[in-house]
């Protein structure tokens, strides 16, 4: 057999090889497009509405009366009988409401000032031997007049308790020193 000779024309090898290059290089390509195509874009935001503002007009507060000393003397004292001496003995809140109404609703034409001084005296139930009884007595009543919403305001007035000797057992003497109050500028003497 005669050799064979060597065809000079290109082989389908070759032609096949760079086919192949050339269809991955599409498929890339493809993906490529794909991919870039499929990144998600986030929505714009909702613009949340402005809030309409609503300005309430502010009442012009009235100037506190100007306090120009306290009574030498005082205007008002009165004695209570309590109907729970031993609930405001122990400061019980309900005898102190109690208690503190019943001042409220004897001060009269007073209601209206401020109070600078309260003593208040408390009777004992053993008559003249227990004065601690008085004094309990006494601070449960200021305990109820301290936590009233009427003109004896912790922060201005000052509470003295004391024993009253005479004083029976459920009863409860209100002595009141009030400011002198001057609704204008200065204190006229």
């Known amino acids: 057999m005669p050799p064979r000779s060597r065809d000079e024309r ?3 090898v070759l032609f096949g090889a760079a086919g192949w290059l ?3 290089l599409l498929l890339a390509l493809a993906m490529l497009f794909l991919v870039a195509n499929s990144v ?10 402005t809030p309409t503002l609503y300005v309430a007009p502010t009442p012009t507060p009235t100037p506190p009366p100007l306090i120009c000393g306290i009574d030498q003397k005082p205007d008002y004292s009165q ?4 109907a729970d001496p031993f609930g405001l003995s122990a400061k019980n809140g ?5 208690f503190a109404n019943q001042v409220l609703g004897t001060l009269g034409p ?3 000032r401020t109070a600078g001084l309260v003593q208040v005296y408390g009777g004992s139930f053993n008559g003249n031997f227990d004065v601690q009884d008085g004094l309990n007595l006494a601070n449960g009543a200021i305990d109820g007049l301290q936590h009233s919403h009427f003109r004896y305001a912790p922060s201005e007035t000052l509470f003295q308790a004391f024993w009253g000797g005479q004083l029976g057992g459920n009863q409860v003497e209100v002595v009141v020193f009030f400011f002198k109050e001057s609704s ?4 006229s003497v």
């Open 94 to 98: 309900g005898a102190e409401q109690v």
């Open 110 to 112: 007073n209601a209206s």
């Open 40 to 49: 998600g874009t986030y929505p714009k935001p909702r613009p949340t509405p």
């Open 22 to 24: 050339f269809a991955d």
């Open 79 to 82: 004695v209570f009988t309590t």
């Open 10 to 12: 290109p082989t389908p």
């Open 184 to 187: 204008g500028t200065n204190c």
